[in-house]
Each structure stands twice: as structure tokens, then as C-alpha cells.
């Protein structure tokens, strides 16, 4: 199986649609991926996601089907007690950094002011929702693996979501340290990020990253990163 990840286009926030660049970048998009067989269309919940999956799923003539696991993520303090960055990932990687911690050591995520950020109820949350959406796949988890039991797992999908979601899944999929990751790959607007998996029944798979943050068809538009 072949997922294809998409981040959703330039955002309007406050009222969670797209902006008119946003649209633009979402056709943009949805013309690079009008040849990559996509067979099923999935979404976060969120508007600017679920806007962004309709440019392409009207190119290819597909329904686009709602993952309510996939809505953006939360952060900040779950205690009431300070938070770095009052919780914000990016932000909270960067201060790691800067303190000289590895983050592929997650233990420094268990002192204050770090851990008493509700992300990591989230990221459970993700974790435990995508192995469900997952074994619907054909993907069933074992430890830090994925048995394939389906029959119809030679196909290829994709997925819309954010930057927050997206990287909380990429860690549980790759099993590599979400604040790692929040700086490994940082999306672009509609950025596409692409892993594989075997097809071959009864055995075990990890996820192949086959494509990152891969933005080329917008960079035209002037717009880079931003969460």
C-alpha cells in the first residue's frame, strides 16, 4: 500500500477554510497528484483539510471520507502550571534544541515545563485511533510493527490533514520521537510526504518513507512554512 500524506493550503484560522492562495495551491495539488492512482480520499474534519482534499478528490472523481482522529492537535498546559511556549510543538523543540537536548531522547519531555503539555494526550489519542483506521487497511499492530492481513492492500490512498496531526502520526507510524519530528520534517502548505508498505499477506512491515515535504508545485507561490 502506498499513502500519500497532504497538508491542507494556506489557511484562514479564525474561520478554518482556505484562503484564495490556499485554493490556488490545493488545485495546484490536486493536479500533481492526478496521476498518481489514488483510489480512496481520506480528511481530517477541519475545513481547510477537508477543502483541500475536495480539489482532488473532484479531479478524480472520489468521495472524500472523514477521519475525525486526523482534526489538528492541542497543546498547552494541562495543569495550569507553565508550559514552555505555552505548549506550542514547534516552538518547544526549537527551546530544546537550544538547551542542548537530543531530541531523540525524549527524557527530557518529563520535566517541567515540558510535561505537563496536553500534546501528549494527543498523542496518544492519535496513536491508539490510527491503529484502528489502520487495521481497516489491512494493517494490523504488532509492537512497533504492522502485520499485513488484508487482501486488498496493493492499492493507493491519501490522506489530508495539518502539521500537528500529520507529525503526531509519522511518529507513531516510523516510531521516532514527535518533538524529533516536529523538526525533521516541517510541512509546507500542501506539502506531500509519501510511505509505503508491503503487500504481502502474513508478514510484518514497517512504513518506507519514499517522499518529505515535498512542495515543488506551490513554491511558485511565494509562501513557505508557517503553522
Not at 488545485?27 to 474534519?45: M, T, V, Y
Request: hydrophobic share 35%; proline share 4%.
Amino acid at each position: 500500500m502506498k499513502i500519500i500524506f497532504v497538508r491542507h493550503g494556506h489557511p484562514d484560522y479564525v474561520n478554518d477554510c482556505l484562503t484564495e492562495l490556499g485554493h490556488e495551491q490545493a488545485e495546484k495539488a490536486a493536479a500533481r497528484l492526478k496521476h498518481e492512482g489514488i483510489q480512496q480520499i481520506f480528511s481530517s474534519p477541519f475545513g481547510r483539510a477537508q477543502e483541500t482534499a475536495l480539489r482532488t478528490a473532484k479531479q478524480l472523481s472520489l468521495d472524500v471520507n472523514t477521519l475525525d482522529f486526523m482534526r489538528e492537535i492541542k497543546w498547552g498546559s494541562s495543569d495550569g502550571n507553565t508550559v514552555y511556549a505555552d505548549g506550542h510543538p514547534w516552538d518547544t523543540s526549537l527551546y530544546a534544541v537550544a538547551l542542548g537536548h537530543s531530541l531523540m531522547d525524549e527524557s527530557w519531555t518529563k520535566q517541567p515545563p515540558f510535561c505537563n503539555n496536553v500534546v501528549f494526550a494527543e498523542l496518544e489519542r492519535v496513536a491508539k485511533a490510527s491503529d484502528e483506521w489502520m487495521e481497516t487497511l489491512g494493517y494490523r499492530r504488532e509492537g512497533a510493527n504492522y502485520r499485513v492481513i488484508g487482501d486488498d492492500t496493493e492499492r493507493t490512498i491519501a490522506l489530508f490533514s495539518h502539521g500537528g496531526s500529520s507529525s503526531a502520526l509519522f511518529s507513531h507510524l516510523l516510531n521516532l520521537p514527535f518533538f524529533y519530528l516536529c523538526r525533521a520534517i516541517c510541512p509546507d502548505f500542501t506539502a506531500i510526504t509519501v510511505m509505503s508498505l508491503s503487500d504481502t499477506k502474513g508478514t510484518l512491515t514497517a512504513p518506507m518513507i519514499e517522499l518529505a515535504n515535498d512542495s515543488r508545485h506551490i513554491r511558485s507561490s511565494g509562501v513557505s512554512y508557517e503553522m
